[in-house]
């Protein structure tokens, strides 16, 4: 595909889609688990019997991840401020965007999630609603939160609520970047100690990038990260004139860039092993020259959306070796849909009080050994997301780190976390099979 061109048939499918979310009106819906056949069942789940339960829960508050579906439910939290790459479109144009990840929570991970968009961009006050809303849920998942408010923001609710808290656009993306480094990496026969990382774009998914790769075991002098503005070096006054709001963008100025490279895309590109790129959506922001800079059998992940920053395609013909994009409809998708809903699905099994690195590695090691199983190509460096084996997998991958960590609440073996994680999420895929079978029309009122 040729930089400047569309991606196929992609007015069509956006035809498409505001026609059947029109259809359905959204995507997501809350159903009864339990049988209503009279008020003899009534009596069970709502008054009287359901004062039972309250009151057990009120002499045990744990007693509410037990007795109320509080356990297998997680709050998709966003202020609206940076959806997909449409920017700053509101609390009401993300809600499309929440409920899509509601329904891959489900289908993947057999979570039920619930899309919360809020009227407001002020931190203190994003962090005072969510840490009153945590008693409903079991876990919390930030989304589309610009930066640099939505470090703080994570870091405030980590330290302050009993419940996991994870920023997808972080901590997922990151995982799914060293899943699929570390395959791309042994496709071409490199190690970790050796190569020379291009960060392109240092919003908040490549800062986390960097973060885990670093803790991973990648070394700071192996990365040069480029921004808006050019390289990020020590020389770089405009950052350390804004060290409060851009604390995270100074320490890369201060850690890595270990030959003080200045310029552009291009410099940072210049002898690279590895390019990863979630800067701005393209095509043209990487440019097929500066591939051709690059080592020899270079890793590409362009991964801005909807469009890369090179198309993958022309990465490759440009001398990249492997080329992945966010994108379903190219070969190798990097992805957070890989992650979150199977490490949400295995905090939830074992009621972690956290998600940490050590977790989103441990989730990414599964996740790499599970593409290995299934054989290596340089076009097939991680499984697709409809692999539902793959969720099930990283669930229980997630559910045994927590537990090595003193984070469980509740302790089970990889194998009982798998089985479990496949059951649940099966019999998501057979109630789904139902509903479509049964020709359900659209819910909720109106015309």
């Given amino acids: 595909m040729q930089s400047g061109q569309k991606a196929p048939a992609a007015e069509s499918a956006a035809e498409e889609a505001v026609r059947l979310h029109a259809l359905h009106r959204g995507k997501v819906q809350v159903m009864p688990k339990v049988p209503v056949a009279g008020l003899a069942d009534l009596a069970i789940w ?8 309250s009151l057990a829960i009120a002499a045990d508050p744990e007693r509410s991840f037990e007795l109320t579906n509080r356990g297998n439910t997680v709050a998709i939290v966003t202020d609206g401020t940076r959806v997909l790459g ?95 480094l570390i395959n791309a990496l042994a496709i071409v026969g490199k190690r970790i100690a050796s190569v020379r990382i291009a960060l392109i774009g240092t919003g908040a998914a490549n800062i986390a990038v960097y973060r885990l790769l670093r803790t991973f075991g990648f070394p700071a002098a192996a990365f040069v990260a480029c921004d808006s503005r050019g390289t990020l070096h020590r020389g770089r006054n405009d950052i350390a004139a804004e060290q409060g709001p851009s604390a995270e ?76 994009s966010g994108r379903g409809d190219f070969p190798n998708q990097v992805n957070n849909s890989l992650a979150f809903p199977g490490v949400f699905r295995g905090i939830l099994d074992v009621r972690a009080r956290a998600i940490t690195d050590a977790v989103a590695i441990a989730a990414a090691e599964e996740l790499a050994k599970y593409g290995a199983e299934q054989g290596l190509r340089e076009d097939r460096i991680l499984p697709p997301m409809t692999d539902w084996r793959i969720h099930a997998r990283v669930a229980a991958a997630a559910g045994v780190s927590a537990q090595r960590q003193g984070l469980a609440r509740v302790t089970r073996e990889f194998e009982a976390l798998y089985g479990s994680a496949c059951d649940a999420i099966q019999a998501t895929h057979r109630a789904e099979q139902a509903l479509a079978a049964a020709g359900t029309p659209p819910a909720g009122g109106g015309t």
């Fill in 46 to 53: 709502y008054t009287p019997g359901v004062a039972a339960p």
């Fill in 249 to 324: 963008k100074w320490r890369l100025c201060t850690e890595t860039n270990a030959d003080g490279i200045t310029g552009g895309i291009e410099a940072a590109l210049r002898g690279a092993d590895v390019c990863i790129a979630f800067s701005r959506s393209g095509p043209g922001i990487i440019r097929p020259e500066w591939i051709r800079g690059m080592a020899k059998d270079a890793i590409v992940f362009a991964c801005a959306n909807p469009i890369p920053e090179i198309w993958p395609e022309e990465a490759r013909r440009a001398g990249a070796r492997v080329s992945a």
């Fill in 86 to 180: 449409l920017g700053d479109i509101g609390p009401e144009a993300a809600l499309p965007v929440m409920e899509g990840k509601a329904l891959l929570f489900r289908h993947f991970g057999a979570v039920d999630a619930i899309p919360i968009c809020l009227a407001t961009k002020d931190p203190a006050e994003i962090v005072r609603i969510v840490e009153a809303l945590a008693p409903s849920f079991g876990a919390v998942n930030l989304e589309d939160i610009a930066q640099p408010k939505c470090f703080r923001i994570l870091d405030e609710l980590r330290a302050r609520l009993p419940i996991p808290v994870w920023h997808d656009d972080q901590q997922g993306t990151a995982t799914v970047v060293l899943a699929g």
